[in-house]
């Protein structure tokens, strides 16, 4: 079974930065891709960016320029550098992990407060 355990999580003020992990419990090599999710308040759960095997890291619009994803190969760690945070980024964000089955897994979350 894949675990797959967030931290990093809390409140930061507008205009801050918070460094999500994600460590897995298998290589990350062993992942077609990993990626982060969030959901917001009364809202579906949205992609934030994905990173695959090989290649460049993928963003969603809303968080461009503003979030980098960040592998760490010899950790089995993924993270999420998150600078100008705004209070629409307040959510529970979530680690995703595909296999080359199709498989997902996901981490159970850790939750970021952005507010003054």
């Known amino acids: 079974q894949v675990q797959l355990v967030e931290s990093g999580g809390g409140w930061v003020q507008p205009g801050g930065s918070l460094r999500l992990s994600c460590t897995a419990s298998r290589s990350i090599f062993s992942f077609n891709n990993m990626g982060w999710y969030r959901q917001a308040p009364g809202e579906q759960r949205e992609l934030v960016g994905r990173?695959?095997?090989?290649?460049?890291?993928t963003y969603a619009d809303s968080v461009k320029g503003r979030f980098t994803i960040i592998r760490d190969n010899a950790k089995d760690m993924v993270s999420l550098q998150m600078n100008s945070l705004k209070p629409e980024d307040t959510a529970v964000y979530y680690c995703?992990?595909?296999?080359?089955?199709?498989?997902?897994?996901w981490g159970k979350g850790t939750l970021v407060t952005v507010s003054s």
């Open positions: 990173i695959y095997r090989f290649g460049s890291p």
């Open positions: 995703n992990a595909a296999d080359t089955s199709g498989t997902d897994y």
